[in-house]
């Protein structure tokens, strides 16, 4: 009997896994009195292709985890125009209801933020922020024309009315905010007709609580009652790699790895086979190489970078005497200010950051080059050239026109002079000519021989 249930045992084990996977897989939904989710994150950067990643996966998980709304906290000067379209797209195509909350007091939604603010079902703003200035800038830091300035603005703006529209907000200011750059307290985006956002709130605990009950229209039309009292709030932050990453695609930060790569690469090639300056250098590179393809670049302003650390390779091996270096670091200076082009201060690298950066690396620079030109101007250690102003000891007599032997740096070498010389007098070598010596007697007899 024991061992007919041992050899039913594996199959009731199955059976039972089975039962439990099953079970896993068909869970029971939530009872309908439940606390319904609300999920919230905040976007506290520039508007780039990492925070558009961020933005657009945390609109999935709410898809997925059938979030009752999803609240972003945001908080930006602006950003690249294909990452707002990106974030606008996943937004417009979420089933879970967005709501974008410009906060806390203080706060700003610049540029691309009005852009997001302006697509969101729920348009909220704190009190003492404010929105606007969208009128699209060159992003790859050429100059634009009239006629192409005209037509990214006609585009830009044509965006906004489709978006306004749709949320059935105020096209013409949207359009301001384009064409003329017009920005707009809380008050003046919720005073006006029709308003610009649905309503203010101090905290997003305010603002979920203005919602309840309130019926929302989604994109394509069909309407939402948002069911948001005693609601279950969980937090979504970036994850590790997007935290680094953002913080990489910032102008300030990548300016300081673009000067320490710039350092480190210089510092190997002085001193061959340091091995770290070289490594450190490489890998701030690569990391500076990341964020200025996400940032609004002035490719002038990169030559002019590409051009000062040439000069200063070029010290390596001509010698200037610091005129290559100093050229150098005037370009470097110059290309730092020109380096990103936006008329926004969080988009540009800050002059305090850049004068500091530039003194250091003069002062390192110059440290290295006076190493260089010491090394220089010292004597040779080495070959003929070594010999010369060594001491030496005569050891036959050594006159004019007769040579003779003479004891240096414990060799005996031949040996002649303009004036005669006694065995045993001191000498100091004059001249070397293959393996003579031309010598004078030593006035100062003292030195090793």
């Given at each position: 009997m024991m061992w007919r249930i041992f050899r039913l045992l594996p199959g009731l084990l199955m059976c039972a896994g089975a039962v439990a996977l099953l079970a896993q897989g068909e869970e029971a939904p939530p009872p309908a009195?439940?606390?319904?989710?609300?999920?919230?994150?905040?976007?506290?950067?520039?508007?780039?292709?990492?925070?558009?990643?961020?933005?657009?996966?945390?609109?999935?998980?709410?898809?997925?985890?059938?979030?009752?709304?999803?609240?972003?906290?945001?908080?930006?000067?602006g950003g690249l125009v294909d990452s707002t379209r990106q974030i606008v797209t996943a937004m417009l195509a979420a089933e879970t209801p967005v709501a974008v909350f410009v906060g806390p007091s203080g706060a700003r939604a610049a540029s691309a933020g009005f852009i997001l603010v302006l697509a969101a079902d729920v348009a909220a703003m704190a009190p003492g922020t404010h929105i606007g200035a969208a009128h699209p800038v060159s992003g790859d830091g050429q100059a634009m024309d009239e006629v192409m300035a005209q037509?990214?603005?006609?585009?830009?703006?044509?965006?906004?009315?489709?978006?306004?529209?749709?949320?059935?907000?105020?096209?013409?200011?949207?359009?301001?905010?384009?064409?003329?750059?017009?920005?707009?307290?809380?008050?003046?985006?919720?005073?006006?007709?029709?308003?610009?956002?649905?309503?203010?709130?101090?905290?997003?605990?305010?603002?979920?609580?203005?919602?309840?009950?309130?019926?929302?229209?989604?994109?394509?039309?069909?309407?939402?009652?948002?069911?948001?009292?005693?609601?279950r709030i969980v937090d979504v932050e970036m994850t590790?790699?997007?935290?680094?990453?953002?913080?990489?695609?910032?102008?300030?930060v990548a300016y300081i790895l673009l000067s320490l790569g710039t350092l480190g690469l210089t510092i190997e090639l002085w001193s061959p086979?340091?091995?770290?300056?070289?490594?450190?250098?490489?890998?701030?590179?690569?990391?500076?190489?990341?964020?200025?393809?996400?940032l609004p670049v002035n490719y002038a302003g990169i030559l002019l970078l590409v051009f000062g650390l040439g000069l200063l390779v070029l010290e390596v091996k001509v010698t200037s005497f610091g005129l290559l270096s100093i050229g150098g670091l005037i370009s470097l200076v110059l290309g730092s200010m020109m380096l990103f082009d936006s008329p926004l201060p969080e988009m540009q690298v800050s002059l305090q950051?850049?004068?500091?950066?530039?003194?250091?690396?003069?002062?390192?620079?110059?440290?290295?080059?006076?190493?260089?030109?010491?090394?220089?101007?010292?004597?040779?250690?080495?070959?003929?050239?070594?010999?010369?102003?060594?001491?030496?000891?005569?050891?036959?007599?050594?006159?004019?026109?007769?040579e003779g032997q003479v004891r240096s740096h414990g060799e005996i070498w031949r040996a002649r002079s303009a004036e005669p010389i006694e065995p045993g007098a001191r000498v100091t070598v004059a001249a070397v000519d293959g393996l003579t010596l031309t010598v004078r007697p030593d006035p100062h007899p003292e030195g090793e021989l």
């Open positions: 009195g439940s606390a319904p989710l609300v999920l919230s994150a905040e976007v506290d950067s520039i508007i780039h292709p990492v925070s558009a990643e961020y933005m657009i996966e945390t609109m999935a998980r709410a898809d997925r985890e059938g979030a009752a709304l999803l609240v972003f906290t945001l908080r930006t000067p037509k990214a603005a006609s585009d830009v703006a044509a965006y906004v009315r489709t978006l306004a529209t749709s949320r059935r907000r105020n096209v013409s200011l949207a359009e301001e905010a384009v064409n003329d750059s017009r920005a707009f307290t809380n008050d003046e985006a919720l005073g006006a007709d029709p308003p610009l956002i649905d309503l203010q709130a101090a905290d997003v605990a305010d603002l979920l609580r203005q919602l309840d009950g309130r019926t929302v229209t989604r994109f394509d039309g069909t309407t939402t009652v948002l069911r948001t009292a005693g609601s590790l790699r997007q935290r680094i990453l953002s913080a990489i695609a910032n102008p300030n086979g340091a091995i770290l300056p070289g490594v450190v250098g490489g890998l701030s590179l690569i990391l500076a190489f990341f964020a200025l393809q996400v950051l850049i004068l500091p950066v530039t003194l250091s690396l003069a002062l390192i620079v110059g440290f290295l080059v006076r190493l260089a030109v010491a090394a220089q101007l010292q004597p040779s250690a080495t070959g003929g050239e070594a010999m010369l102003n060594s001491p030496g000891e005569a050891i036959t007599p050594i006159g004019p026109g007769a």
